[in-house]
């Protein structure tokens, strides 16, 4: 079992470069006391994120921490030239020692995804041509690509990545169909409860992984024992009552972070998929003491095959310390019961 931090950089109520700063100050402390992955997502012309190039971020982070693994989850193929990919990718893992997590995804944001140009229609087959065409110049060192939607390449690299042929590949999803692609090439799978839904995706996941994992050619063919998780977001205080208000408070703010965009053009699809209630109902916020949390975190793995968890515990208003309890209390009282805890 292993565990992980994500970050989204919403605004809060601080400015751009404090939320930063104390972004990195987690990170640090996150690797100090245990967590493995470092996890930060990637959104453009949104207050959801004031660091719209998650790159430049891990570079930060490479610099200041020395074991635990970071990465996008994800980069959004569509919004990047192919080859500027490529390098970064590799740039990165030369930075961090080998420590990169590739994550990849078509993006979600229709609205995002039309600052560059790219219709949403089109962000899946855009998304797939831009990962074959990377994965395939981090292997060999040459990008040669005949472009479908994308435009023709054929240049070195000047660069390649420490881990090889390329850093591991993760996605970010809770659809069984994409679980069968994800587990058919043993790329790490990240998902939220979601009430326990994903359990099924988890179990088309392993099933796949099983059937296909001594084929070659898969792309995450050199990871031996896929990541395959829940995504949750986490608020731990001395009491429920705290916990509750202090959760409710941070994810109000944090909603209307993520629907600015999509109210800004009269969308309203997405208002509950983050709401407070529906996610405390559906499992995917964790919140309370020490031991509630615990016991919430375990209930959802003692039915779901998952061997990693990665949990949200900064965004909102939340401050730096409400941040630093939730995460002390994470590794100190939590992580431990969660690892020795029976699954599937």
Not at 107 to 115: D, K, Q, W
Not at 142 to 154: F, K, N, V
Not at 168 to 194: Q, V
Not at 259 to 280: C, V, Y
Request: proline letters at 6%; glycine letters at 8%.
């Amino acid at each position: 079992m292993e565990f992980g931090i994500f970050d989204s950089f919403d605004l809060g109520v601080h400015d751009p470069g404090e939320v930063l700063r104390t972004r990195l100050r987690f990170a640090v402390e996150a690797e100090r006391l245990g967590i493995g992955h470092y996890h930060v997502t990637e959104h453009h012309g949104t207050p959801l994120s004031v660091c719209p190039s998650p790159n430049l971020f891990l570079a930060a982070v490479s610099q200041h921490t020395r074991k635990m693994r970071i990465g996008a989850l994800v980069n959004v193929l569509p919004s990047y030239d192919p080859f500027r990919l490529a390098e970064e990718i590799a740039t990165l893992d030369q930075l961090s020692a080998g420590r990169i997590d590739f994550g990849v995804g078509a993006g979600v944001s229709p609205y995002e995804l039309a600052i560059f140009g790219i219709d949403a229609e089109q962000a899946k087959p855009v998304y797939r041509e831009t990962l074959q065409a990377v994965t395939t110049a981090l292997r060999t060192g040459h990008m040669r690509h005949a472009g479908r939607l994308l435009r023709s390449y054929d240049a070195e690299l000047s660069i390649l990545p420490v881990q090889r042929p390329y850093p591991p590949l993760w996605y970010a999803s809770g659809n069984p169909a994409t679980a069968a692609w994800a587990g058919r090439h043993g790329i790490n799978f990240i998902g939220r409860w979601n009430g326990g839904a994903i359990t099924e995706a988890i179990r088309t996941y392993w099933r796949a992984w099983e059937t296909h994992r001594h084929e070659d050619g898969r792309l995450n063919e050199h990871v031996t024992t896929p990541r395959v998780g829940l995504s949750s977001r986490v608020v731990i205080a001395p009491t429920e009552n705290q916990a509750r208000e202090i959760f409710e408070r941070a994810n109000d703010l944090f909603c209307a972070r993520v629907t600015h965009l999509w109210h800004r053009n009269s969308d309203h699809r997405i208002d509950r998929t983050f709401a407070t209630e529906p996610a405390l109902a559906s499992g995917f916020a964790c919140v309370g003491t020490p031991d509630s949390v615990r016991d919430q975190i375990v209930d959802q793995l003692r039915v779901c095959s998952a061997n990693y968890f990665e949990a949200s515990m900064f965004f909102g208003d939340l401050t730096f310390d409400h941040a630093l309890y939730t995460l002390r209390a994470f590794t100190e009282h939590v992580a431990p019961a969660v690892a020795r805890a029976d699954r599937p």
